[in-house]
């Protein structure tokens, strides 16, 4: 139960912050290509698109240019060097707005995993204690078998209860942040 309460939140709190981004990178977008040529105002906006994934891939990327022109008087063009150090900032930034959208969800996969083991090993633990109640009623009766299989069956639905909807949560919230 705490398990499937767990997965549920997570699944609800990724899915908002998911669309919030979209959202937010479809806004930051739009500006952008109303004026191209305005990069450093938009830079100085950024804080109207926190948290976005595509203005913070923005400031790193220009952080980066800074750097290189800083060190720059000549107004000569980027060498290739300069072009490679531009575009693994940017790299290196996409890399952990990734790795913050997909945050928690590793959660889902792993609950999408186990909860059919633990299913079975309810399973497993009532067919047991089926066979534990014949044995000590000495008869196959529907009686001394019955709690035994409840159980067993119990678990078995709890685990697939909380796996299933883990499972879809995972996938479609990792196709969703692979899309975007």
């Known amino acids: 139960l705490v398990v499937s309460v767990y997965s549920w939140a997570v699944i609800a709190y990724k ?9 937010r990178s479809r806004a930051f977008l739009q500006r ?4 191209p040529d305005g990069m450093i105002s938009h830079y100085a906006d ?16 220009l952080d980066e ?21 531009l575009e693994r900032a940017l790299e290196r930034a996409i890399s952990l707005e990734v790795m913050r959208l997909r ?18 090993f309810g399973t497993v633990w009532g067919i047991m204690q089926a066979f534990s109640g014949m044995y000590v009623t000495g008869s196959a009766s529907i009686s001394s078998v019955a709690p035994g ?16 909807p883990a499972l879809i ?11 975007f």
Do not use: K
């Open 15 to 23: 899915w908002g912050m998911i669309r919030a981004a979209r959202a």
């Open 32 to 35: 952008f290509h109303e004026d």
């Open 46 to 61: 950024r804080q109207r698109f926190q948290p976005c994934p595509f203005s913070a891939i923005f400031e790193s990327g």
């Open 65 to 85: 240019l800074a750097l290189i022109m800083r060190g720059r008087r000549d107004g000569r063009a980027l060498s290739m060097l300069h072009v490679d150090g």
């Open 103 to 120: 945050r928690h969800l590793i959660a889902l996969a792993t609950t999408a995993a186990g909860a059919p083991f633990v299913g079975l």
């Open 149 to 164: 299989v409840s159980a067993a069956l119990t678990t078995t639905v709890a685990g697939l209860a909380v796996a299933i």
């Open 169 to 179: 949560g995972y996938n479609y919230l990792m196709n969703r942040v692979r899309n």
